[in-house]
């Protein structure tokens, strides 16, 4: 099976839902077995340990953020860290934000014609980017696995994908609008009185990024990512010169922040003026490992989770995974 690859399709994704064509029938009577439509979660688990077996060193993803991310924790259980996978992220989901930094260019049976063309002149990993994964562990949680996935977000941001969850929003409008529309909807809130003091006081937080830096206190948003590049050339992030920014880069906005609407008005812009960066309220950096306490939920690639009893989780950085493009 080395030198080929595998397709991880789900039919319940957005735009792979309303498909007419024939394309997943031409890809399950192409691949074969190495066309995987599991059933449920569990299944995928199990067939990326075959592929991981097999050797298989090309997984192509059709689906969205939530199906790049349980195929990349699968990989990280199963794939040894110097024999990692090259992936395919053919966008097809509710939320296609990873797609937007390291997608494959097409999808559909262009993508699959494509695939085939590289396949068979051992050329799939011709032209990649390479990120690595974002893991988060819960280590004082015996038996829990870690979960992999590419954008991380807590306090605001999960109430904000809380609102984007809401029918009334997700129904009518795609993922990443949804988002949007959500973040318009929480900027509407803070102009009540009650609401504002709610949202901008934050929630209790302890995060220490590497070895020496510690923020305590109240934590009004908090964002990781191993992308390196967002939508609308959004970029919330900064780095000390000459400091790497390759790893997880984090945003931490302490709780009740000066000037937050200069400052989320520059960040939305991709832009980090001077009196931001040297705000104790506003921190960035880059960094292989974060360790997190909190106990309000936190969200990776558009999945909320619970911090667990102990409060505490470590985000960490995978080995370079090198993701395929056109």
């Known amino acids: 099976m080395t030198g080929r690859f595998a397709l991880v399709y789900n039919p319940r994704s957005?735009?792979?839902m309303?498909?007419?064509?024939t394309y997943a029938q031409t890809a399950r009577a192409l691949l074969g077995s190495s066309f995987i439509d599991p059933a449920d979660r569990s299944r995928l688990d199990a067939h990326v340990a075959e592929l991981a077996a097999c050797a298989m060193d090309c997984i192509v993803i059709d689906g969205g953020d939530g199906t790049v991310s349980d195929v990349l924790s699968a990989v990280h259980r199963h794939y040894a860290?110097?024999?990692?996978?090259?992936?395919?992220?053919?966008?097809?989901?509710?939320?296609n934000l990873i797609a937007?930094?390291?997608g494959f260019g097409l999808r559909g049976t262009p993508a699959l014609e494509r695939l085939q063309q590289?396949?068979?002149s051992d050329r799939l990993r011709r032209n990649v980017r390479r990120r690595c994964g974002l893991v988060v562990q819960w280590p004082d949680s015996d038996g829990r696995p870690p979960v992999v996935g590419m954008f991380h977000g807590a306090a605001a941001f999960t109430r904000g994908i809380e609102l984007a969850h809401q029918p009334a929003i997700l129904n009518n409008y795609s993922h990443e609008m949804a988002v949007i529309v959500s973040f318009l909807s929480s900027v509407a809130r803070l102009l009540t009185r009650r609401s504002r003091q709610e949202w901008m006081q934050g929630d209790p937080m302890t995060v220490l990024p590497g070895q020496t830096a510690r923020l305590d206190g109240n934590c009004f948003l908090f964002l990781s990512t191993t992308l390196q590049r967002l939508p609308y050339r959004i970029w919330p992030f900064?780095?000390?010169?000459?400091?790497r920014d390759d790893a997880i880069n984090f945003l931490h906005v302490a709780g009740h922040p000066v000037r937050l609407a200069a400052a989320a008005w520059a960040l939305l812009r991709g832009r980090q003026p001077a009196w931001l960066r040297h705000s104790p309220d506003y921190s960035s950096g880059c960094e292989d490992r974060i360790e997190m306490l909190l106990h309000s939920d936190f969200v990776l690639d558009g999945e909320v989770f619970s911090p667990g009893a102990a409060g505490r989780i470590i985000l960490s950085a995978t080995a370079p995974i090198d993701f395929i493009h056109a």
Not at 18 to 21: L, V, W
Not at 238 to 243: A, C
């Open 14 to 16: 957005r735009r792979n």
């Open 18 to 21: 309303g498909d007419t064509s």
């Open 81 to 95: 860290p110097d024999r990692l996978p090259a992936i395919a992220v053919l966008p097809s989901g509710n939320t």
């Open 100 to 102: 937007g930094d390291v």
């Open 118 to 120: 590289l396949a068979l």
């Open 238 to 243: 900064w780095t000390g010169r000459g400091m």
